[in-house]
């Protein structure tokens, strides 16, 4: 049964923290992607990983860092947490496309994170 | 990134059948998917369409893909309870793009 975990299902931190969320996959998937989820936003992506110590910035990056230094593991960091990045946190990871196969991604259950 | 729009909420009895619609910007689309999200849970795929095809079924979902106007819809036959959750549209924008740009999400309510 193919799985992706995220390290928090709820977390609380304070303006200014450093936070980090870790996200695992064990399907062997060369992808990595960190959304956020927000009501009547959807979801928008804000970096993704395609290989290991490899990232690329998504729609929204100001404010997160990635860290991918083993192909199963990518974390989100928040430098210096502020209250705008109160938000549902999601994971998923993807296969490396080919030309011709649609693209599958798996989501984890997500990390509600408050900052207060 | 690009603009997908969907309508936010759609309440339906049980037994009834469910539209649920999506409009997207980008003519190049290759792949248009369609993602449940259950309460507390991550994103599921539910199905997708190749853009060369105007209409996919699959049990009792349906797809329908009107590239003109760049529109796809989900059509759930005879809702069920189980079928309340949010459900995203997402594309891909060329063949072997690894990363998707969703939809803004709508909110299904099955009333029994």
């Known amino acids: 049964d193919v799985k992706v975990t995220q390290s928090s299902r709820y977390l609380v931190k304070r303006t200014g923290e450093k936070v980090f969320l870790e996200c695992v996959q064990d399907m062997d998937h060369e992808n990595m992607f960190w959304y956020r989820q927000d009501p009547g936003l959807g979801l928008r992506l804000i970096y993704f990983s395609y290989d290991v110590k490899m990232k690329e910035k998504g729609d929204i990056p100001e404010g997160y860092s990635v860290s991918r230094e083993k192909k199963e593991r990518f974390s989100l960091i928040l430098e210096s947490a502020s209250t705008n990045q109160t938000s549902m946190y999601l994971c998923?990871?993807?296969?490396?496309?080919?030309?011709?196969?649609?693209?599958?991604?798996?989501f984890g259950p997500g990390t509600r994170l408050t900052v207060l | 990134g690009e603009d997908v729009e969907q309508s936010p909420f759609l309440s339906v009895r049980e037994g009834d059948s469910s539209v649920i619609n999506c409009t997207y910007t980008?003519?190049?689309?290759?792949?248009l998917y369609w993602y449940k999200q259950e309460p507390g849970a991550g994103l599921q795929l539910l199905t997708y369409?190749?853009?060369?095809?105007d209409m996919k079924q699959d049990q009792r979902l349906t797809v329908l893909l009107n590239k003109k106007d760049k529109h796809l819809s989900l059509r759930i036959a005879d809702t069920q309870t189980g079928d309340s959750a949010i459900y995203f549209c997402a594309e891909s924008i060329r063949l072997g793009a690894n990363n998707l740009f969703f939809g803004t999400g709508t909110r299904l309510t099955v009333i029994p």
């Open positions: 998923a990871s993807s296969l490396k496309q080919g030309l011709r196969s649609y693209n599958e991604q798996f």
């Open positions: 369409i190749f853009s060369n095809m």
């Open positions: 980008d003519s190049s689309s290759t792949y």
